[in-house]
């Protein structure tokens, strides 16, 4: 049987009107999307309003996500690192226990350095040295105040000769060895040495006290002019110990004079230098001595 030429799906009007309706709706919807696209296509910003209400009423939902995908990398960043902690914590000891030992031998070596360019600063402001020395040992427990330097009657030591640090003076070379030397340190109790105050020239004597510090007898009695602070320095007078030497600070006044703390202390001074002995007619500075004959001239001058 043919089928009829009306392809009515029904015989409902409201029917009837939705689907007419709905080609409507798509045809105006065609053509409303076709101005648009050629609009937008023509001049770019010709909806830059609409894009931007459209963002505007997106972002809450757009912010809600992006921390929703940051919640989620956290969460599994923090699982991962559960479960990886233990080798990590071991690795970062590691590394914070190598940096310690770097640490610490990269203070040695400064410091060792400073102590070099001391010493190389003293063999070039005081006279040649006869040898330079290691301070292997020092006395600590008793009054008596000895030390032993690793160079000896090989190297041209001496009886005699002062032993200083770029601090100060240590001592004198007291017994001489093929390759060692025993020195008698200036805190010993037989130790004398003349001295004066750097300021202002002020004599006295430093008597070693057998506790690592020395007195300073005053030359000339009256009312102590000491201050703590004061330094003092080799005087020079009777040889030996080369005028100008660093020696003590003052730390306590007493009656006669006052204690003074050694610069040159020997648990610290590991690298010593053996100058030789001073004399004064060895000084550039002091006068000439005079010759025979005027000497015999001033004799004769005399008993006229």
Known sequence: MVPPGNRRSGYSRRAHNNIFFAYVATGLGVLIGGALLLGSMSNAGNFAAWRGLASDVTQPAARV??????????????????????????????????ARVQSVQAAALADENRRLKAMLKLAADTP?????????????????????????????????????????????VLEVGRHSARVLMITDTESVVPVRRASDGLPAFATGKGDGTVQLRLLTLGINPLKAGDAFVASG???????????????ELTRDGAMARVLGD???????????????????????????????????????
Not at 130 to 144: D, E, G, K, L
Not at 237 to 251: D, E, H, L, M, R
């Open 65 to 98: 996500t992006a921390k929703g995908r940051t919640a989620a990398g956290g969460f599994w960043a923090t699982l991962a690192g559960y479960a990886t902690w233990g080798p990590e914590n071991a690795r970062l000891k590691r590394e914070v226990g190598i």
């Open 237 to 251: 007078s009777g040889g030996i110990y080369w005028p100008g030497t660093p020696i003590a600070v003052v730390s």
């Open 266 to 304: 020997p648990s610290a001074s590991e690298m010593v230098v053996v100058q030789p002995a001073w004399a004064p007619t060895e000084d550039a500075s002091l006068p000439p001595p005079a010759s025979e004959s005027e000497v015999k001239a001033k004799g004769k001058k005399k008993s006229g």
């Open 128 to 172: 040649r040295p006869i040898a330079n020395a290691w301070m292997m040992a020092s006395t600590n427990a008793s009054t008596r105040r000895y030390g032993t330097i690793s160079t000896g009657m090989a190297d041209g030591v001496r009886t005699g000769m002062p032993v200083r640090s770029p601090e100060g003076l240590i001592g004198r």
